[in-house]
């Protein structure tokens, strides 16, 4: 019988705020940070802001997350979107892409190969694989989305002749430091 790995890994969210065990999950919150994109922005590198803390299992519980909030009072993101909600591609301000999954260590890895490590790819099958799983969220003015430091991402590019401002807050385990932020 494998044992788990955290016993309060799911606790904060199913046991009222205390793991399986009943002790309390401490998290830790940052300050907040902007990151601004500037008129004629390109698309930022896909990257992760954390790596895989193991290389023994392919998904493990999230110990670090972002929380983004779009700031910008312009024109919503929403307005890139058809009548049926999905996202033409065309809202000149960008945006930050997700691939989807990426939060685990196999896709990771396969997605970020020496042999094709951009969303341009140079390899074709990764290349395909990496453009099924772009997610772009539509957010407008206060927005937020939250994801896994592992997951890998990248900011889209600014046409627009508006900044792009975006608000972040990290949220980590307790026992986790991330020297960068």
Excluded at 101 to 128: C, F, P, W, Y
Excluded at 147 to 159: I, K, P, Y
Excluded at 164 to 180: A, E, G, I
Aim: aromatic share 10%; with cysteine.
């Amino acid at each position: 019988k494998k044992e788990p790995l955290f016993f309060g890994n799911f606790g904060r969210w199913n046991f009222s705020g205390s793991g399986p065990t009943g002790q309390p999950q401490p998290v830790r919150v940052s300050q907040i940070g902007s990151v601004i994109s500037l008129p004629g922005a390109a698309d930022q590198c896909i990257h992760a802001d954390t790596p895989h803390l193991f290389e023994t299992e392919d998904c493990l519980p999230c110990h670090y997350a972002n929380l983004f909030i779009y700031g910008d009072g312009g024109v919503p993101q929403s307005k890139a979107c058809d009548a049926d909600g999905n996202f033409t591609g065309e809202n000149e301000v960008g945006g930050t892409a997700f691939i989807n999954e990426s939060h685990r260590l196999s896709v990771t890895a396969r997605m970020t190969a020496d042999d094709g490590i951009s969303a341009a790819g140079n390899k074709e099958g990764t290349q395909n694989e990496m453009h099924m799983r772009i997610i772009r969220p539509s957010l407008e003015l206060g927005d937020a989305v939250i994801f896994d430091t592992r997951t890998l991402h990248f900011g889209l590019a600014n046409q627009a002749k508006s900044r792009r401002p975006m608000l972040y807050v990290n949220m980590m385990h307790s026992w986790f430091f991330d020297p960068k932020n």
